[in-house]
Every structure is written in C-alpha cells, then in structure tokens.
C-alpha cells in the first residue's frame, strides 16, 4: 500500500512538471514559424522603412534556435546602416511593438566613423564581433551602468567576456554625432537605464553586417531559415 502511494506521488509530480514545462514553453516560444508569419510581424512593427527583412527574418530565426530566458525581447543592431543614423533596435516580440530605436557606436578599429567593414573576435582588437550574444548581468565600471554581454557563436564572438564587450552608455554617442569604441556596442548615455534594465538577464541581442566571413561561418545564416 505504502508503494503505492509513493507511486502516485511521483507520478504526479512529474506530470505536474511535464505539465508547467510545456506551459512555460509554450508562453516564450513565438508563434511565427514561417517566412509569412516573420513577414507580417515586420509589418506590424513597422519596421519596412528602417530595418530589412532579411535581417529582420535572421534575428527571429537565431533568437528560435537558441536560448534564451527571455524570449519576449530582442535586440538588433544593423551595422549595415551607418553609424549617424539610428540602427538599434529594441523589440517587444510578445506586444508587438519597437520600444526603442537609436543610435549604437561600432569598434575603432572597425572602420571609419559612418560604416564598420571589419570585425574580430581578438583581444585587443577593438574591433565590433558580430553575431548572437546572450544579455547577462549588469555593473558598475568604468563607463558607468554596464551590461555584460556572452557570445554565443564559437570563433566569431566567443571571446565577448574576456574581451570585455558590453553594453554601456557614451558621450560620443548622441544624434549629433556618434563616435567610435574599442569594441562595444555604446549607446546614448540618457538611454543607458532604461535599456539595459529592459534587455538584461538572459534576452537575445543580434549584431549584424553584410560580412562574407560572418555569413560563411555562422550555422544560424542559412538561406532558407524558414
């Protein structure tokens, strides 16, 4: 009798956590899968006249691919955009809506002040490393209120820690003029609060450019995503 009873005690209790896995799967998975679906989301988020489709539609496919506590935002800066003009994009996948778009500095060493052309994984480097990064925790540095960021793509940004990339706030960047950093991706300084609060934690931060080498190497760039 008492075997019994311990039975049915497991037994609910791994169909209880089988039962809160799937809700909580099916709470953060996305219900876009197909290219129609990504299609009509960049649509309503209005994002035609400021952020391509294709980088658009790579984003939601790396962010699908890999994990992320908070799949609810993501973040995207276009690189293919220069810097005087705004290419960072913070979303709220879940309401639908672009919560912030503004400016972002690439690396010194990246290229010239409107355009970064070249990227590295190398310390020392200061260069701007493209791919997927993993928001993670915040602090105190240097340049104030800081997110430290993880790469998540072995050879082409794994080396964010040690490299010290992270997201932080800059005077040289602002509408009038954006300037360059030794790799990380600068924001606005009045922006700095309110975005890392927003994105911190565990969301998906994608850095893209038209880089033959990026797009050779990465296992999430294929062609046909969906």
Excluded at 36 to 54: D, P, W
Excluded at 147 to 159: C, F, R, S, T, V
Excluded at 160 to 174: D, E, F, L, T, W
Aim: glycine residues 6%; aromatic residues 14%; contains cysteine.
């Amino acid at each position: 009798m008492k075997y019994l009873i311990i039975c049915s005690i497991l037994t609910f209790s791994i169909n209880a956590f089988i039962f809160q896995s799937t809700q909580a799967q099916k709470i953060t998975e996305p219900p876009w899968t197909t290219t129609q679906e990504i299609k009509r989301l960049h649509k309503k988020l209005g994002l035609q006249k400021y952020l391509k489709f294709h980088i658009f539609q790579k984003a939601v496919y790396g962010q699908r691919h890999l994990y992320f506590r908070n799949k609810k935002i993501l973040s995207i800066v276009d690189f293919t955009k220069p810097a005087y003009q705004k290419r960072l994009f913070v979303i709220d996948l879940a309401k639908k809506k672009v919560l912030y778009r503004t400016y972002v500095a690439h690396g010194l060493n990246s290229g010239n002040y409107s355009y970064a052309t070249k990227f590295s994984n190398q310390n020392g480097s200061k260069m701007s490393s493209l791919g997927f990064y993993k928001t993670s925790e915040t602090y105190k540095g240097k340049h104030g209120f800081s997110l430290k960021l993880d790469g998540l793509e072995w050879g082409i940004n794994h080396k964010a820690r040690q490299r010290y990339i992270v997201m932080h706030g800059a005077k040289y960047v602002s509408a009038k003029s954006v300037g360059r950093s030794w790799g990380c991706p600068a924001i606005p300084l009045h922006l700095t609060h309110p975005i890392i609060h927003l994105i911190k934690g565990g969301s998906c931060l994608f850095i893209y450019a038209n880089d033959r080498r990026y797009l050779d190497k990465s296992k999430y760039m294929f062609r046909n995503a969906f």
